[in-house]
C-alpha cells in the first residue's frame, strides 16, 4: 500500500468583477493598494487631452475674429493757436493715431521687453507663460496673468475690456491665435501702441507722451520709453502724481525694463548707465483750460455752420488751425478780469479782429467756463451809442456833410420821437442833461449828443439807420431765425440810439467793416482744418465792398474825435490814430468801447445779466466809478488791451479826410466905396499838447489850417507834441501853425514792473504775466521740499521791481524734492472745460 495521500484542498477567493473604480487595487498592499495603474495614467493622459481638443477645437470653430470695436480708431482733434501751440482738445477718447514706422524703435523695444519677450517668435499665445500662471494660480499664489502682446491687442482692439474668467481668457487665446495668422507681427504691435491705456486719460503712446513728456512720440527717449512701458500693467495707480508709493513703484518698473532692454539686447550697458529718470509735466484734467474753453467752443460753432459735427471733432483727429494770436490772447486774459468789488452778474467781453480778413485774434467770454458757461463775447446786449455811426454813415451817404448842424438843446422833443407806439412825442434827453445851442455833426459825435443824432435819424430816416448796420455785419432777424427774433435793429427813430441787442463779435465786424474803408469780411476763429494732410476745410477769405471809401473816410474822422476830444479820450494813452465810439444803454445795462486802429478793431462790453431773475440789470459801479459807462471800465481797459495787443505794430494814420470847405460868401454888389471882404478866421484847438503829432496835424488840417511840425529835443516820447503855435487863438484860414514835436532824444528808458503774485504760481502762468508785462522770462530749475514741481520758488529781479522794458527775469522752477525727499504734494484736482463732446 502506497504511502501517497492526497494535499489538502484550499478555499478557492472568487475574483473580483473589475468596475470603474478598481480601489484599493487587489493582490497589493499599503500605498501600493492606492497607486493607479499605468493603464490608468494613460487613458487619463488620452481622454484629458482629447476633452482639451476638443473644447479648443469647438472654440476655433465658433470663434470668429470680430470686427474692431467702434472707439478704437476715435481720435483727439487738437486745436492750435495761430503760432502752432496747442489752445485744446476735442475727444470723446483722448487718441492720436501714429504709423508705427513714425516711432522710434526704442519705444516698441521696451514694450516687448516689458510685456512679453518673445514676442516677435511665439504663435500669439504664450502656453509656458499659460501653465507657470495656472499653476501659481491653483496653488494659492498671488494671481497671475499670461496675455502676449498679442492677446492685449485683441482685448483692446477686438473685444473689449471684460472681467477675467477662463473661459473670457481662452476666448482671447483663440483669438490671438487666429489673428496671428492673419496679421504680421507689425501690424498687431501697430494696432497695439495706438490703443493701450497709458493712463492720464490717454490711449496709445502718442497721447500719453503728450500727457507725460509734452511731446510727440516721435522725440521720446531711451528713459521715456521705459517709463511709459513699465507703468502699462497699472498706468493709474503707478503714475507718479498719485503719491510717493506710486512714485517708487514706477521708477521701480522704470529701473526693471531698463535692465530686461539690456538683457534682450536693444540697448547697450553704456546706454542703460546714461538714462536718468524723465521729468513729468504737470497733469490737468480735460485740454486746454477753464478760459480757452470759450475758444474750443466758439471753433466748434463755427464748424458746425460748416457741416463739421460736434461728433466728428471728438472722433476724427482734425488738426485745427485758428487765427488765435497768443500774445493778444494772454494781454485779452489780463485786462479783462474785472476787479474784485465788481458784482457777481457783470460780465465782460472782447473781441479783437483783422479787419482786412475778418480772423478773430483774440476773444474773451469769461474768466471761467465752469462757473460761467455762457461766452460773454456771444450773449446779446443792448447795443447803446456804438449805433449812432450807423446813423451819421447813412447820413453821409445821401450827401449830409459833417458840417452840418442841428439844435442840441436838451429835452428837445422830436415829432415821431415816442415811448409807446401809440403815444404822444416826448422830449429826447442828452447824457447827464448837456444842453447846446446847436453843434454840427463833428462834434455832436464826439459827445455822442442824443438830441443832434435823433434829428439826424429823423431826416434820414430811420429805415436807413438799420440798413446801413445790416450792411456793416449786425445780421438781420431772418439771417437767424431761432436766435435773432427779438434782435432786429428796427424801424423806430430810437434805434439810433442802439436799443436792438447785439453781440460783442458782431460789434466787432460792423466796426471793423468802417476799419477797413467800407470792406466787410467773416469774422472767423478757424482758419483750417486738416485730416492728417488732406485740408478738410479752409476759413472764409473773401471780403465785399458795402460802402464807398470817402464816406468811411469821413465816419472814421468824426469818430476819431471821440478819443481826440470826446467820451473817448482815455484811448489818447495807446499812442497811435485811433477812431472809436462809446456806448452806454439806458439806465447803464450796458456799456461799450468800439475802437480800431487801421490793423485791428477790438470792441470791449460790459453788461449785468441776473441769471437767477433771467432779467437784465443796471451795472453796479465797482471801483472808484460812480456810474458804469462805455467811457470808464470799457474804454479804459479796451486802451490797456490795445497798448500790449500792438506793441511792435507799424503806427499807421487813420484814412485822409478833408472837412468840406465852408460854402463862398456871395459876391458883393458894386458900390461907389466897395469894402474889402474880411477873411475867415478860426480858432486853434487848445488842450493839444501831449498827444500824437499824426492826431494834431489832422485836427488843425480839419480846420483848413497848415501844420508845420518843428522837432524840439525833449524827455517825452518820440511824436509827442510839445506845443501848438497861437493855442486857443484866431487865425485866418489856411494860416501856417507851428507844432513843437519831441523828437525823443532825451526820453528816459521805458519801465515795467515785475508783476506781483509770481511765486508758487505754475511755470506757464507765470511766463505768461511776464510777456504781458513786457519782459522776458529765463528759467532756471533747482530742487524743493515745499513748492510743488513746476512751480515757481523765486523771482528775480523781485515782484514789484521797476525794470526797463523787454529785461530778463529769471523764475526759478521746482524739480521737486531731492532725490530721496518726499512728493511736496499731489497734482491739484481741475475742473477740466477744455474737452467737448
Not at 499605468?38 to 476633452?51: D, H, I, M, N, Y
Not at 510727440?216 to 510717493?244: C, H, V
Not at 478760459?291 to 466758439?298: I, V, W
Request: a negative charge; glycine letters at 8%.
Amino acid at each position: 500500500m502506497s504511502n501517497w495521500s492526497p494535499s489538502p484542498i484550499w478555499p478557492q477567493t472568487p475574483r473580483r468583477r473589475r468596475g470603474i473604480w478598481n480601489y484599493p487595487r487587489p493582490y497589493r498592499t499599503g500605498i501600493r493598494a492606492w497607486v493607479p495603474s499605468w493603464r490608468f495614467v494613460v487613458g487619463a493622459l488620452l481622454t484629458g487631452a482629447s476633452l482639451a481638443a476638443g473644447v479648443i477645437m469647438a472654440a476655433w470653430v465658433s470663434v470668429p475674429v470680430p470686427n474692431e470695436l467702434g472707439t478704437v480708431r476715435d481720435e483727439a482733434t487738437t486745436v492750435y493757436y495761430a503760432d502752432g501751440k496747442p489752445i485744446g482738445k476735442f475727444a470723446a477718447q483722448d487718441r492720436t493715431i501714429v504709423p508705427l514706422g513714425d516711432l522710434p524703435p526704442q519705444v516698441t523695444e521696451a514694450i516687448i521687453a516689458s510685456e512679453d519677450q518673445s514676442f516677435r517668435t511665439h504663435m500669439g499665445i504664450n502656453p509656458l507663460g499659460i501653465l507657470r500662471a495656472t499653476i501659481n494660480n491653483v496653488t494659492g499664489g498671488d494671481r497671475q496673468g499670461a496675455s502676449t502682446l498679442t492677446q492685449q491687442y485683441v482685448e483692446n482692439y477686438y473685444v473689449g475690456v471684460e472681467y477675467a474668467t477662463y473661459s473670457t481668457k481662452l476666448k482671447e487665446a483663440v483669438l490671438a491665435l487666429k489673428v496671428t495668422q492673419e496679421q504680421t507681427k507689425d501690424q498687431v504691435l501697430e494696432g497695439y501702441v495706438n490703443t493701450i491705456y497709458l493712463g492720464r486719460g490717454a490711449y496709445g503712446v502718442e497721447a500719453a507722451s503728450q500727457a507725460y513728456f509734452g511731446k510727440p512720440a516721435k522725440e521720446m527717449t531711451i528713459s521715456e520709453s521705459a517709463f511709459l512701458a513699465g507703468i502699462i500693467p497699472n498706468p493709474t495707480y503707478w503714475d507718479p502724481r498719485q503719491g510717493e508709493a506710486a512714485e517708487a513703484q514706477a521708477q521701480s518698473r522704470w529701473e526693471r525694463t531698463l535692465n530686461l532692454m539690456v538683457e534682450q539686447g536693444y540697448i547697450t550697458e553704456e546706454d542703460r548707465a546714461a538714462a536718468k529718470y524723465p521729468k513729468l509735466i504737470e497733469y490737468k484734467q480735460g485740454s486746454g483750460d477753464n478760459r480757452t474753453a470759450y475758444l474750443l467752443e466758439q471753433v466748434a460753432n463755427e464748424l458746425d455752420k460748416a457741416g463739421i459735427s460736434a461728433e466728428d471733432l471728438t472722433k476724427n483727429g482734425y488738426e485745427i488751425h485758428t487765427s488765435i494770436d497768443r500774445k493778444m490772447q494772454a494781454a485779452a486774459y489780463e485786462t479783462m478780469k474785472l476787479p474784485d468789488d465788481a458784482d457777481p452778474f457783470t460780465r465782460a467781453s472782447l473781441t479783437s479782429i483783422d479787419p482786412q480778413t475778418g480772423e478773430i485774434k483774440a476773444m474773451y467770454g469769461g474768466p471761467d467756463y465752469s462757473k460761467y458757461p455762457t461766452n460773454a463775447a456771444t450773449f446779446e446786449a443792448q447795443g447803446a451809442s456804438t449805433f449812432k455811426p450807423f446813423t451819421l454813415i447813412g447820413a453821409l451817404k445821401e450827401g449830409i456833410q459833417l458840417d452840418k448842424t442841428y439844435s442840441a438843446v436838451d429835452g428837445t422833443v422830436i415829432e415821431g420821437w415816442k415811448q409807446e407806439d401809440d403815444g404822444p412825442d416826448v422830449p429826447l434827453y442828452n447824457f447827464n442833461n448837456d444842453s447846446w445851442n446847436s453843434l454840427d455833426l463833428t462834434t455832436a459825435t464826439a459827445n455822442s449828443v442824443n438830441v443832434v443824432y435823433g434829428q439826424l435819424n429823423k431826416d434820414i430816416g430811420p429805415e436807413t439807420t438799420a440798413q446801413v448796420g445790416y450792411d456793416l455785419g449786425i445780421p438781420q432777424a431772418d439771417d437767424d431765425p431761432d436766435t435773432r427774433d427779438c434782435c432786429t435793429i428796427g424801424s423806430n427813430l430810437a434805434n439810433v440810439l442802439g436799443t436792438a441787442y447785439v453781440t460783442n463779435v458782431d460789434l466787432a465786424r460792423a466796426y471793423s467793416t468802417i476799419a477797413a474803408e467800407g470792406y466787410r469780411t467773416e469774422p472767423h476763429m478757424v482758419t483750417e482744418v486738416r485730416d492728417g494732410k488732406q485740408l478738410r476745410y479752409e476759413g472764409p477769405s473773401t471780403s465785399e465792398q458795402m460802402f464807398d471809401q470817402e464816406v468811411m473816410a469821413a465816419a472814421t474822422y468824426a469818430m476819431s474825435k471821440v478819443v481826440e476830444e470826446g467820451s473817448g479820450i482815455p484811448a489818447q494813452e495807446l499812442g497811435r490814430p485811433v477812431a472809436g465810439k462809446t456806448g452806454s444803454s439806458n439806465d447803464n445795462m450796458s456799456a461799450w468801447f468800439a475802437g480800431f486802429v487801421p490793423q485791428l478793431t477790438t470792441v470791449v462790453g460790459l453788461y449785468e445779466y441776473n441769471t437767477d431773475k433771467n432779467t437784465y440789470e443796471q451795472i453796479k459801479p465797482f471801483s472808484d466809478y460812480e456810474q458804469i459807462t462805455g467811457g470808464t471800465w470799457p474804454v479804459e481797459a479796451w486802451t490797456a488791451y490795445m497798448i500790449k495787443a500792438t506793441e511792435g505794430m507799424e503806427v499807421e494814420d487813420l484814412p485822409t479826410y478833408t472837412p468840406p470847405a465852408p460854402e463862398p460868401s456871395p459876391t458883393p454888389t458894386p458900390s461907389e466905396s466897395p469894402s474889402e471882404e474880411p477873411e475867415e478866421m478860426v480858432m486853434v484847438p487848445t488842450n493839444m499838447a501831449g498827444q500824437q503829432y499824426a492826431a494834431v496835424a489832422s485836427a488843425l488840417a480839419g480846420l483848413q489850417l497848415v501844420p508845420e511840425q518843428v522837432d524840439v529835443d525833449s524827455d517825452e516820447p518820440a511824436g509827442v507834441v510839445l506845443s501848438v503855435e497861437h493855442e486857443g487863438e484866431e487865425v485866418e484860414v489856411n494860416s501856417t501853425i507851428k507844432v513843437e514835436v519831441s523828437n525823443g532824444s532825451g526820453a528816459e528808458e521805458e519801465t515795467t514792473m515785475v508783476p506781483w503774485g509770481l511765486t508758487n504760481q505754475e511755470q506757464g502762468y507765470a511766463e505768461d504775466q511776464l510777456e504781458a508785462a513786457e519782459l522776458t522770462p529765463v528759467i532756471q530749475e533747482a530742487p524743493s521740499d515745499s513748492v510743488p514741481e513746476g512751480s515757481v520758488i523765486s523771482v528775480d529781479p523781485g515782484e514789484g521791481s521797476e525794470v526797463p522794458v523787454g529785461s530778463e527775469v529769471t523764475l526759478v522752477i521746482s524739480t521737486g524734492p531731492e532725490e530721496g525727499g518726499g512728493n511736496p504734494s499731489d497734482d491739484p484736482s481741475d475742473d477740466g472745460g477744455g474737452i467737448f463732446g
